[in-house]
């Protein structure tokens, strides 16, 4: 009974205030240290894929730590000189726009439904080589918006501008829209919490 309450506490907190950023706030941490270590170790990884420029981060579950990782290593991958876009793809409970304090009125939603251009939404951070693009408003549709036609060549677009595109999507076993995305990116992180997943 308590545990849940305390995941539901938690589960708030991100989607209505962002996630903590240490590599940007406190880069000397020892857990700044270890999105270091973990980004070495996907680039490590990837070093056998030729032209590896996307990477989306899910987890089975809510509140596993997907966005935290996700946006902690894509400052990690900008303070290591590489222009990075993070992309909120999580259409359902967004954090990216509160945890760099962006409007979220437009963004990745309106790209897909309405024509917006993404040079005109991406947003850049306050992290040197870091820029962000929000969710945009809250589809009724998010897995179909993200499995259209529209979505592979804004991939596509998104790749040809920036070193790196890092893709916050949803938990796996919730709804299919992190299944939409999966065919159309280089590589898969899956974030598993420690005593729960």
Do not use: C, H, Y
């Amino acid at each position: 009974m308590f545990g849940r309450k305390r995941k539901s506490l938690k589960n708030n907190q991100s989607a209505r205030f962002g996630v903590p950023l240490v590599t940007k706030d406190d880069p000397q941490n020892v857990v700044s240290e270890q999105f270091r270590v973990l980004r070495a170790n996907i680039d490590f990884a990837s070093a056998a894929i030729k032209n590896f420029k996307t990477v989306l981060f899910t987890s089975s579950e809510m509140s596993d730590g997907k966005s935290t990782t996700a946006q902690n290593l894509a400052v990690a991958w900008a303070q290591a000189g590489k222009s990075v876009l993070l992309v909120d793809a999580d259409l359902r409970r967004p954090t990216i726009d509160k945890t760099f304090g962006i409007d979220n009125s437009r963004g990745l939603t309106t790209i897909l439904a309405m024509g917006d251009q993404p040079a005109d939404m991406i947003v850049q951070t306050e992290v040197q080589g870091l820029f962000v693009l929000a969710s945009g408003p809250l589809p009724p549709n998010p897995s179909e918006l993200l499995g259209s036609a529209k979505m592979i060549q804004l991939i596509d677009w998104m790749k040809a501008q920036f070193d790196l595109v890092v893709i916050d999507s949803t938990p796996l076993l919730m709804v299919p829209d992190a299944q939409s995305l999966l065919p159309r990116t280089d590589g898969v992180v899956l974030v598993a919490a420690l005593g729960k997943t």
